[in-house]
């Protein structure tokens, strides 16, 4: 996602925030800036799209001699990617940079406003910068004040800040997003990711959540949570970049599953509150005479848009119909004015998905997409947007994308579901609790790794896999089937476990691998009796369930959960490890798969 550079010393500045934020670029972004004080004078530059629109806006400035620089690479998620939107945020004379999202912004917003404070941009950021000169003009002391502010701060954060008042010095704070501190030979290095330092200094400290303080010439001064002051313990830092972007993962894959238990935490933020969701995005009145659903997806994006329709039918009492983008294109569909049209793209740019789009819009539909890009052509075209807050995915078998799209409909069914008075607060209230244990379903132990990676060996060969599962977890069957075809090579099929017989089951014998998705909280029995059905004609079951099966070949056990969403989420991350490990095991590039590219920008 966003990317964070600052610098204290010495060294000419342009070039060293430059050089970071070219480091970070892979983590996708939209716009990118700078501010920097040397010699008492204080200067900044923004500037929309790559950084050679940066490098260029700032061709003629140079910094030499003492002082500090922040720098910042923007992926919009509040406001759109303008430079007024883009970071750093300036207040009358101190700048702020922040990765992460402040959830409390509106309500400090609000007070800072009846202040008098003037707003530049639509970002959650730049409360940050005008609460730290509100308290500063209070206590006189950029310390006192900068202290204050970060105590106000609700949701995730690495921050930087510079001010005219303390030019030698930079301010910084951790919570939830990453922030490391490292010395170099010549000053001290700030960056939100290692690779951004490498090269430029031998050792670094990870900053924990809770962690602030500032550093000056030469000095670190480093407060926790409850203000306490703390020694930094320095770690060596590692020497190849392309690793140190991959975070020490084989695959971007790879690092994307893992980072799902995170990514999930900025999708919920500001949206899933206590006892309530909120989507900010949706003005009042714009649901308003909606009676039917449709959705338009391509590929991984299709599946969780049909993992989704269960839900919209079930919980807000809706209907919901999902089609194939490039097969509702020429169908001639009939379509009514009650229909939200809903895309799903993680890119914003499948043409498929664009064009039914457009389609709809020209039918006069209003319509609402679940992204990851903002300002993309599906992002630009739509009246709602509601992004997914993934971060960029480098991999091309998409694994977080899926996770966030389909948390972020879940979240979306809720918010309908309430505004159309089909659920009680009790039953929301449940859900909400469900979905805040995500993030911990989401985690990736060791043990489950290791085993799916012992397991994987046994499944290169066959004729063929069928991932078979009821309910929601058909949808998840088909995401299973496909993630193990695109980066294994390997034929395999998802099926609704209850249509087997009606065909496929003529397939069955030793040599076909059946996954069975056998939650516990969702049509057990059905699914335990058709996977019987294959185990009797031999197949070879690989079961994942909480509940002990004796006629599973392999068994990867889940937790007892009693929400069908959290089974779902579990054994999606099942699914994704295996397909990775059978590739890895296959020598095949799991990060760019043969034939395969990450947007499908043709028809
Ligand atoms: C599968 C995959 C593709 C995409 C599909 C739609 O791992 O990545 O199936 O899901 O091409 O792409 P988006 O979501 O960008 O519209």
Redesign the pocket.
């Known amino acids: 996602m966003c990317g964070i550079v600052g610098y204290v010393g010495e060294s000419e500045k342009r070039q060293i925030l430059l050089e970071g934020l070219k480091e970070l670029e892979y983590r996708g972004y939209d716009s990118a800036g700078i501010a920097v004080i040397s010699k008492d004078i204080l200067q900044s530059f923004k500037a929309v799209g790559k950084l050679k629109n940066l490098e260029e806006k700032t061709k003629n400035f140079s910094a030499n001699g003492f002082g500090v620089a922040i720098g910042h690479t923007r992926w919009a998620t509040h406001g759109k990617p303008t430079e007024l939107n883009a970071h750093p945020h300036l207040g009358k004379e101190s700048y702020v940079v922040h990765n992460g999202i402040i959830e409390n912004y509106q309500e400090l917003k609000k007070r800072l406003l009846q202040k008098g404070v003037n707003f530049l941009s639509q970002t959650d950021t730049e409360v940050i910068v005008h609460l730290f000169e509100d308290y500063l003009s209070l206590l006189k002391d950029s310390f006192k004040a900068f202290e204050k502010t970060i105590q106000e701060l609700e949701g995730a954060y690495a921050i930087l800040l510079i001010t005219k008042i303390e030019p030698d010095t930079i301010f910084f704070a951790k919570n939830g997003s990453p922030l490391l501190i490292a010395k170099g030979d010549d000053g001290i290095y700030f960056a939100s990711s290692d690779t951004a330092v490498i090269g430029k200094a031998k050792r670094a400290y990870y900053l924990e959540d809770g962690e602030w303080g500032y550093v000056k010439k030469d000095e670190i001064t480093l407060f926790d949570k409850e203000g306490n002051k703390k020694e930094l313990e320095f770690k060596d830092l590692p020497s190849d970049k392309l690793s140190a972007q991959k975070d020490g993962y084989r695959f971007f894959m790879e690092k994307e599953i893992y980072e799902q238990s995170s990514v999930v935490v900025d999708t919920m933020m500001g949206r899933v509150l206590e006892d309530d969701i909120h989507l900010d995005e949706i003005k009042e009145g714009f649901l308003d005479g909606i009676n039917a659903i449709k959705i338009c997806?391509?590929?991984?994006?299709?599946?969780s848009a049909m993992a989704a329709s269960y839900l919209f039918e079930r919980i807000a009492k809706i209907r919901c119909d999902v089609e194939i983008?490039s097969e509702f294109r020429y169908k001639e569909p009939l379509l009514s004015k009650d229909t939200l049209f809903i895309?799903?793209?993680?890119?914003?740019?499948?043409a498929?998905?664009l064009e039914a789009l457009k389609m709809a819009k020209r039918a006069g539909l209003k319509s609402l997409t679940i992204?990851?890009?903002d300002n993309s052509s599906?992002v630009r075209e739509s009246d709602v947007a509601l992004l997914t807050r993934a971060g960029i995915?480098k991999?091309?078998?998409?694994?977080k994308?899926?996770a966030t799209?389909t948390l972020l409909l879940w979240i979306f069914v809720l918010f309908l579901a309430k505004k159309r008075g089909v659920v009680s607060k009790e039953f929301l209230v449940n859900e909400i609790k469900a979905m805040q244990m995500l993030p911990r379903v989401l985690e990736v132990s060791d043990k489950l790794h290791e085993k799916i990676h012992r397991l994987s060996k046994r499944y290169l060969h066959g004729h063929g896999f069928f991932f078979i599962g009821r309910d929601i977890f058909y949808p998840l069957a088909l995401?299973g089937a496909?993630?193990l075809k695109?980066i294994s090579y390997l034929h395999a099929e998802g099926y609704p476990a209850g249509e087997m017989k009606h065909g496929p089951i003529a397939l069955a014998d030793s040599n076909l691998f059946t996954i069975a998705l056998m939650p516990k909280t969702m049509l057990y029995d059905k699914i335990k009796s058709n996977v019987e059905e294959l185990s009797a004609r031999d197949a070879t079951i690989l079961a994942i369930s909480p509940i002990e099966f004796e006629l599973a070949d392999d068994f990867i056990k889940t937790n007892f959960s009693s929400h069908p969403m959290i089974e779902f989420f579990e054994m999606m991350v099942i699914l994704q490890l295996l397909a990775l490990e059978i590739a890895i095991r296959l020598g095949n590039d799991v990060d760019m798969p043969r034939n395969?590219?990450?947007?499908?920008t043709v028809e």
Do not use: R
């Open positions: 997806a391509c590929g991984t994006s299709f599946h983008a895309t799903i793209s993680q890119s914003g740019e499948t498929d998905t992204c990851n890009v599906i995915e991999g091309v078998a998409s694994t994308a899926f799209q995401e496909l993630k695109e395969l590219a990450k947007s499908v």
